[in-house]
Nanobody, 127 residues
Framework: QVQLLESGGGSVQAGGSLRLTCTAS?????????VGWFRQTPGKEREGVAT???????RYAASVKGRFTISKDNDENTLLLEMTAVKPEDSGMYYC????????????????????WGKGTLVTMSS
């Protein structure tokens, strides 16, 4: 049984940094399948933030490109999201997701291809 567990969310000031971690059981992040981070805020649709594909391609949503970095820690079998220069619009629930199968294209719009989801970790802005 695959389980994804996000951690690292919390309150951050605008311009600050945060590091999100997704720990997997029953799933190998280094297996080459599409994995990524998605987020959702109340009243808005879920949106892709960053993904790593089976061709090792890394893709970001335009809104976070240059500020966020997705990576894998193969030793720890974790998926990371380094958030820097955080903006108020970055607040929301962040979800880690992973595909069950190899897919042709892996990107922030690939949420329909994700079979496994964590419960999320909340990022909020502090004043």
């Amino acid at each position: 049984q695959v389980q994804l567990l996000e951690s690292g969310g919390g309150s951050v000031q605008a311009g600050g940094s945060l590091r999100l971690t997704c720990t997997a059981s029953g799933y190998i992040f280094n297996g080459g399948k599409c994995v990524g981070w998605f987020r959702q805020t109340p009243g808005k649709e879920r949106e892709g933030v960053a993904t790593i594909g089976d061709d090792v391609s890394v893709r970001y949503a335009a809104s976070v490109k240059g500020r966020f970095t997705i990576s894998k820690d193969n030793d720890e079998n974790t998926l990371l999201l380094e958030m820097t220069a955080v903006k108020p619009e970055d607040s929301g629930m962040y979800y880690c997701a992973a595909a069950e199968w190899y897919i042709g294209y892996c990107g922030p719009t690939s949420d329909d291809a994700m079979a496994y989801w964590g419960k999320g970790t909340l990022v909020t802005m502090s004043s």
